[in-house]
């Protein structure tokens, strides 16, 4: 059942839970192109053209899903001292305040992105020869993810600000 912590309900949980699962797995891919990179240069003094762009382009991906998955379970701009030393309607006044704030910034990241994503599209990488429209896509895409549980915790705040009357 959807509630104020659990936006979404279950698909919701999956969903998100699948983004984190996705950025660990980003996590690993970037250690392992570090390691490979380290191994290669120093030990066998070879080194691979466009390894090191790897864990760059993908760190991207890694912030964008990873404050997804976290902004779903509302550990990621809440600051649980002060809120909890609110009253009710003043916690819900700065929860209502941060979301709509927050809101506004991915918003205008992803306005941002209609512009900056297609002029990527022109332009590679130096050494894999990637096109940066997949790096520059990660923003629209992770503002997107970001927004969806933000916009819930917004709703769920405003309806304790104004409870309907009974």
Do not use: C, K
């Amino acid at each position: 059942m959807p509630g104020p912590d659990r936006p979404f309900g279950a698909w919701g949980a999956r969903l998100y839970d699948g983004l984190g699962l996705l950025g660990g797995a980003v996590l690993a891919a970037m250690a392992l192109a570090v390691f490979l990179q380290v191994l290669l240069r120093y030990v066998f003094t070879y080194a691979l053209d466009g390894l090191d762009e790897v864990p760059r382009y993908l760190f991207v991906w890694l912030v964008m899903l990873g404050g997804a998955a976290a902004m779903h379970r509302g550990e990621h701009t809440a600051l649980a001292y002060f809120q909890e030393r609110l009253p009710p309607r003043g916690r819900a006044l700065a929860v209502t305040l941060v979301n709509g704030v927050g809101m506004l910034l991915f918003l205008s990241l992803i306005r941002t992105s209609f512009v900056l994503v297609p002029n990527s599209n022109l332009q590679s990488s130096a050494g894999l020869g990637l096109s940066l429209g997949y790096v520059y896509v990660a923003v629209p895409v992770g503002a997107a993810l970001i927004l969806l549980p933000m916009a819930w915790r917004l709703v769920v705040a405003l309806r304790e600000l104004w409870p309907r009357p009974s």
